[in-house]
């Protein structure tokens, strides 16, 4: 099996020649290569080289197209500041006002911002690939889309002072998430992401979810099984237990779970889900050896025969020691052998 297969395979819970392996290379691609951040979040070249190079040193299975969490703010008109060894950052909301919703536009996934370097760089993976690995495109979910350009305070203020603001606020931001993704899927990547770690219990209640979120997350993963039939995916992120039963409810394939999370009963609810997760990406970044194999014999021990990636929960950090990403790797070979 080829990574490509291996992932698919996980999709259908159907046996693999090995555990498919997705650990979250972002920019950590790039940082661990000597290859200036900037660089990699503007420029698709750069992001393809280096996602190439990270899934052949550490053995990734996935390749994951993704920039950064500032990419639809600033394609709807958000001011952004880029840093050289660390993420953009927000100057300041573009709204102050849920109102002010109204006046904004869907922005055109081809020309706005940075969303055609993410579209050009996925199709250049499928390209330089050439089916070898799984091909994943990231968009931002609403919750965390409406936190950018409104600001997470403010928002959480809305929901309690004005509920119907927060509706449409949300209203509008799902409407950004399903453009992109659909503009992904229509590039022909393997799966199709949502990124929504806003939409995390640590942030907001279960029946916040329920009540908000939930019926969003639904109609666009429903509209968009209308006119892409690859894998959707969904990231929460944070100790996402309280709702993987309404996550269990949605139309979608596969279902990234973060450290907080029990593996052996998430797995259970989500009994028709390809769960991946939920190694800590911090062991990379100051982890002991010992707390990394611990780890992994952990998820190992939870994890299922069929319907499983091992993986990381979010995103490994920037300045993440290499050699702990290549110790994994020599730990599973240990465990297949």
């Known amino acids: 099996m080829n990574s490509l297969e291996r992932v698919l395979a996980a999709k259908r819970f159907a046996q ?51 920039l950064d969490y500032c990419v639809e703010a600033e ?14 950052h927000i100057k300041s909301p573009l709204i102050d006002n849920w109102r002010r919703v109204e006046d904004l536009s869907i922005p055109d996934p081809y020309s ?26 990231q968009a931002l979910g609403p919750t965390t889309l409406a936190t950018q350009i409104f600001g997470i ?19 509008f931001t799902a409407q950004v998430t399903q453009t992109f993704a659909r503009a992904l899927g229509a590039v022909g990547v393997h799966g199709v992401m949502i ?28 509209n968009l099984r209308r ?30 779970l973060d450290s907080p999370v029990d593996l052996s009963r998430a797995s ?17 970044l100051k982890g002991r050896r010992d707390q990394l194999a611990e780890g992994l014999a952990g998820d190992l021990k939870q994890g299922r025969e069929l319907g499983y990636i091992l993986g990381t929960g979010c995103e490994i950090p920037l300045d993440s020691d290499p050699r702990n990403l290549e110790y994994l790797i020599q730990l599973l070979r240990c465990k297949s052998s």
């Open 112 to 137: 706005a911002g940075r969303m055609p370097v993410l579209l050009e760089a996925c199709q250049m993976l499928l390209d330089q690939d050439a089916g070898e690995h799984f091909v994943v495109g």
């Open 268 to 284: 259970q609810v989500l009994s028709r889900k390809t769960v991946c997760g939920n190694l800590n990406p911090l062991l990379f």
């Open 227 to 256: 006119s892409y039939s690859k894998a959707n995916w969904l990231q929460i992120t944070g100790n996402a237990t309280p709702i993987l039963p309404l996550i269990a409810g949605l139309e979608l394939d596969l279902v990234t």
């Open 195 to 222: 990124n929504e770690p806003s939409a995390s219990p640590n942030i907001f209640p279960p029946e916040v979810f329920r009540a908000f979120i939930q019926p969003l997350l639904q109609e666009i993963f429903t």
């Open 16 to 66: 693999v020649d090995r555990l498919p392996l997705f650990l979250q290379t972002s920019g950590f691609a790039a940082t661990s290569a000597g290859i200036a951040l900037p660089d990699y979040l503007t420029k698709s070249e750069v992001l393809v080289s280096a996602q190439l190079a990270a899934a052949q040193r550490f053995q990734n299975d996935v390749l994951f197209s993704a």
């Open 153 to 171: 305070e403010n928002l959480m203020y809305l929901l309690i002072d004005e509920p119907e603001g927060f509706t449409r606020l949300l209203a």
């Open 75 to 88: 394609a709807l008109g958000t001011e952004i500041t880029f840093a050289l060894e660390a993420y953009p």
